[in-house]
């Protein structure tokens, strides 16, 4: 089946956020959505969040799944934001346990901060399925980018997070802790090995050189012939030491402090501190 995919561009942080919809019923999931988030001043927006549920109420849509692909460090998530108004269950990885162990630490988050992944409604795993209304979801393990990244294959379409960018952009970071050009190499081999027409829906995209608009669309056919990066004659070994070498070049993403500590809280802010307010540390040479 070929589900209706409906993209939400995001342009402050280079996201595109889905909702997935059922052909033959109204249910529907929504990937990787974004809570807009002004770090200078600390505030938080739902403008980006409200865009898709405005689109939702008015197809007359029931939204089954809110699903993240991965802990994201460039954006925070707005899926409780959006379990409040529109339902659905929130998953991600089952790896998300890794990632809380690793950045409870990088916080210093203590003994409340659960790192068994409680936070979601669904860990999935390779090989776990699940269904939007008719619609058989397939999941992927996919990491490199991060532990946790998984590949959402829904009928046709493929939804990579961020270990795929378009053909002309190539490939994610892989620096991040946990992290790794070798299986980040070894995850986009096996998205490669779904047939050739299925649709790829990147998370990112950034407007390769020479392109003028933004673009998330294209197939396994696309990027195995044509990726920057893997496609083609391109090795594993070329692969890893082009991914290293590039990474060591990269700043950190501008929002990855905050939003790590809310998205391994699946979107969830700390709570607050005996005054009220909420607070997000910035660790100190850390990162």
Partial sequence: MSPAVQAFFDEATNTVSYVVRDPMSN???IIDSVLDFDYASGHTDTRSADEIIAWVRAEGLEIEWLLETHVHAD?????PYLQQHLGGKIGIGEKITVVQDTFGKVFNEGTEFQRDGSQFDQ??????SFHIGQLRGDVLHTPGHTPACLTYVIGDAAFVGDTLFMPDF???RCDFPGGSAEMLYESVQK????????????????KAPGREVYAWESTVGEQRA???HVGGTNKKDDFVRMRTE?????DMPRLI??????NMRAGQMPKAEDNGTVYLKVPINKL
Wanted: aromatic share 6%.
């Fill in 123 to 128: 860990l999935f795993r390779e090989g776990d």
């Fill in 191 to 206: 998205i490669l090995t779904l047939p050739d027409q299925t649709r790829i829906f990147v998370g990112h995209d950034y």
């Fill in 27 to 29: 249910k529907a999931a």
């Fill in 257 to 262: 402090v905050p939003s790590l500590q809310v």
């Fill in 226 to 228: 044509k990726n920057v």
């Fill in 75 to 79: 954006h925070l998530s707005a899926a």
């Fill in 246 to 250: 590039r990474d060591a070049t990269l």
């Fill in 170 to 172: 190539g490939t994610a």
